[in-house]
């Protein structure tokens, strides 16, 4: 079994690779515009991308416009606490987080952030295994800290991973820990 950091490392580079390819990046933008448009309503929680991520931006804005009880919503980092999300709409003045990564400034729509309906995760790479399919990010907690914060307290809040297909890691290479949160669906492609 390979170390975690370098099996972060090589689904880093595979994503980078995979990230370059067209076909398969309007394949996972179209995957994700149907998953999305089952809902007419709610937060979706998605994310900036960073490190050849796939962009959820254009297509969770267009989300968005289509109906006034459709918010978006980015997510305030804290070190090693659970994620505040922050409402968003396209042009708010934002501020960079503790990675440097550009977050909603609180008090802008709400001070205390807003309770997402959807979380969309983005995934280094993701597992399927005991009936679950599972992410696999940087290693900093933050998702898996604030799944397990939500659920502990009843919050109901949909986890769904976005993944390139090719990005799998099968069970032999990682299994999921103690303090690894399921995903409640995984879009791939």
Not at 81 to 88: A, D, N, S
Not at 112 to 126: M, R, S, V
Not at 129 to 154: A, C, I, K, M, V
Request: with cysteine.
């Amino acid at each position: 079994m390979t170390t975690l950091n370098s099996l972060r490392q090589d689904l880093l580079q595979k994503r980078l690779d995979l990230h370059k390819d067209l076909e398969i990046r309007d394949a996972l933008e179209k995957s994700l515009i149907k998953y999305l448009d089952q809902f007419d309503q709610g937060c979706l929680a998605i994310y900036w991308p960073i490190n050849s991520e796939f962009d959820p931006r254009p297509l969770a804005l267009n989300w968005a416009r289509q109906h006034s009880t459709k918010k978006l919503a980015l997510p305030i980092v804290k070190i090693n606490q659970p994620l505040i999300f922050g409402e968003w709409h396209d042009g708010d003045k934002l501020e960079k987080g503790p990675q440097g990564i550009p977050q909603p400034i609180l008090n802008i729509h709400s001070a205390d952030g807003i309770q997402p309906t959807i979380i969309l995760l983005p995934c280094l790479g993701w597992s399927s295994q005991n009936g679950h399919f599972w992410r696999l990010g940087y290693g900093g907690g933050y998702y898996d800290r604030t799944l397990e914060s939500y659920r502990t307290n009843g919050l109901a809040v949909k986890a769904v991973g976005v993944a390139y297909g090719a990005l799998e890691v099968k069970e032999d290479a990682w299994r999921p820990q103690s303090h690894d949160q399921a995903l409640d669906e995984l879009i791939c492609a």
